[in-house]
């Protein structure tokens, strides 16, 4: 889900000038590849801050009249319209909106699979009126975990209210972005800040079966300067309702209280300090109490494109958090990661080294991205896990290539890998990737095909997408991923969208 915020953008217009200074801030729930992320404004790409969970760009000035921010992730793409007015005006009551119609085919050669065809459809509207800006929008697409995908939003000077399918993210020690239905906000009132939430959940963690789960709970903090506490307490339990007879799973349910306290020692450098307790059941069907503790120490640097994080953190055995199925329990572990430009090197990192049982494992993932011509950057990617505590699996990976810039319509990426798995039964594969994204005038269109031979197997894979616009008529988005993997085994997969801007 992506969320638009033009924060000061009615209000700091002077009376006696033309021109209008504001903010573009652009959420992302769940969180992507920052590399992945392209906004334009009026059909010029910009350059701002990017994270995995927003991107943030101030503009110095912008003049009045209507404007329009593009932003495309990958091969997706969404388009917010905006006018800008001086203060002197009346504000007006500025609506728009986009309608999709399409459908999804899938397609296998081996009679075993049947074929498969669903519509896709779906309505977002918007409406701002100075400070506050709504957006609802209905969808139903077979990709998304749930068969309709509702969602309206509040954005406000005091804060913002989602409602719908919606994905919570607090932290990894609490609540860690599952999906489901439920509400959301954040409330600011004067030196206080609220986070309330409450969801049904539709992600699932159990082992044997599949419980969705309630969640109630939220945050609240203070807003001051340099010291900025806070405290999570959310209470979950998977829902057992449709249980009929005897059954051996493991349905949950959990209490967890987390305290965390923020320093901003200067305006580039942070440290946080979280804490977390956690009480509740393994199995909702024995009386036995599970308790278990979790704490971690994080030390921050973020400036302009740069984000420097280095900490570590201990979590028992009996820590039950119900928020993140990713969560490691019984483990001391030190981390560090960010994404870091300097001149002409790019590189983005995340290394993880634990300790579990008087055993050591590790995690290192590392992309390096040089800029040798305005046109041309090498590219190197590795990445290295092991497992000691499952008898010594382990993981490699390693990918080099190049990446080809021609303007800002035309970009080649290409990189030749290898995976290599370490484990009873070991495999290695060699890929060769190659993609190419053009951006002619309105439309885009992307070209990507891959080749990886594993052990006596080939599988290819090829993935075309294009946002064609259809003058004033909208645009149509086309996308087609044949794959051929193993013996006698061939998918194909089509999806064409027609989306209308109003």
Not at 264 to 276: A, D, N, R
Request: proline share 5%; with cysteine; net charge negative.
């Amino acid at each position: 889900m992506l969320e638009l915020i033009l924060s000061a953008i009615f209000l700091l217009s002077p009376e006696d000038t033309t021109n209008v200074p504001f903010d573009i801030s652009i959420i992302f729930e769940p969180p992507v590849d920052p590399k992945s992320i392209i906004v334009y404004l009026d059909e010029e790409i910009i350059k701002g801050e990017k994270d995995g969970d927003y991107f943030y760009k101030q503009i110095n000035n912008i003049y009045p009249g209507e404007h329009t921010i593009k932003l495309q992730v990958n091969e997706n793409f969404k388009e917010w319209r905006f006018i800008v007015i001086k203060k002197k005006d009346v504000l007006p009551l500025d609506m728009g909106g986009n309608l999709s119609l399409g459908f999804q085919s899938t397609y296998y050669r081996d009679t075993t699979y049947p074929e498969e065809s669903s519509p896709i459809y779906g309505l977002d509207i918007s409406f701002s009126k100075g400070e506050h800006f709504f957006n609802l929008s209905i969808t139903s697409d077979p990709d998304y975990p749930s068969g309709w995908y509702p969602y309206l939003s509040y954005y406000g000077t005091k804060g913002h209210l989602e409602a719908g399918y919606i994905y919570p993210f607090l932290d990894e020690l609490t609540i860690y972005s599952p999906g489901g239905f439920g509400v959301m906000g954040d409330i600011d009132i004067e030196y206080l800040s609220l986070t309330p939430f409450f969801l049904y959940s539709t992600a699932y963690d159990s082992l044997f079966a599949e419980y969705p789960r309630y969640y109630y709970g939220g945050k609240i903090g203070l807003n001051t300067k340099k010291i900025i506490p806070d405290i999570t307490i959310y209470w979950a339990k998977d829902d057992t309702s449709e249980i009929t007879g005897f059954t051996i799973v493991d349905p949950k349910q959990s209490l967890v209280i987390s305290p965390e306290l923020k320093w901003k020692m200067i305006e580039e450098l942070s440290l946080t300090l979280k804490g977390g307790y956690s009480m509740g059941n393994n199995n909702l069907f024995t009386d036995t109490l599970i308790k278990g503790t979790a704490i971690e120490g994080e030390l921050t640097y973020e400036k302009n494109f740069n984000n420097i994080k280095i900490g570590a953190r201990k979590v028992s055995e009996g820590y039950l958090i119900l928020g993140n199925p990713y969560l490691y329990t019984n483990r001391l572990s030190l981390f560090l990661s960010g994404i870091y430009e300097w001149n002409t090197l790019y590189t983005d990192f995340d290394w993880l080294i634990y300790e579990k049982e008087g055993k050591f494992g590790l995690s290192l993932n590392q992309g390096f991205q040089l800029t040798l011509l305005s046109y041309f950057s090498p590219l190197l990617e590795y990445q290295w896990v092991k497992y000691p505590e499952f008898e010594g699996e382990e993981y490699q990976y390693g990918a080099v290539g190049f990446e080809l810039m021609f303007g800002d319509d035309i970009r080649i990426n290409n990189l030749i890998s290898f995976n290599r798995y370490l484990s009873l039964y070991s495999t290695t594969s060699l890929n060769l990737s190659s993609n190419l994204y053009w951006y002619p005038a309105d439309h885009s269109i992307s070209i990507g095909g891959s080749i990886s031979k594993e052990s006596e197997y080939i599988c290819l894979e090829v993935d075309l997408n294009a946002s064609i616009k259809l003058w004033r008529y909208g645009y149509l988005e086309i996308s087609y991923y044949p794959s051929i993997k193993e013996k006698n085994y061939e998918q194909h997969s089509l999806r064409i969208i027609y989306e209308y801007a109003f």
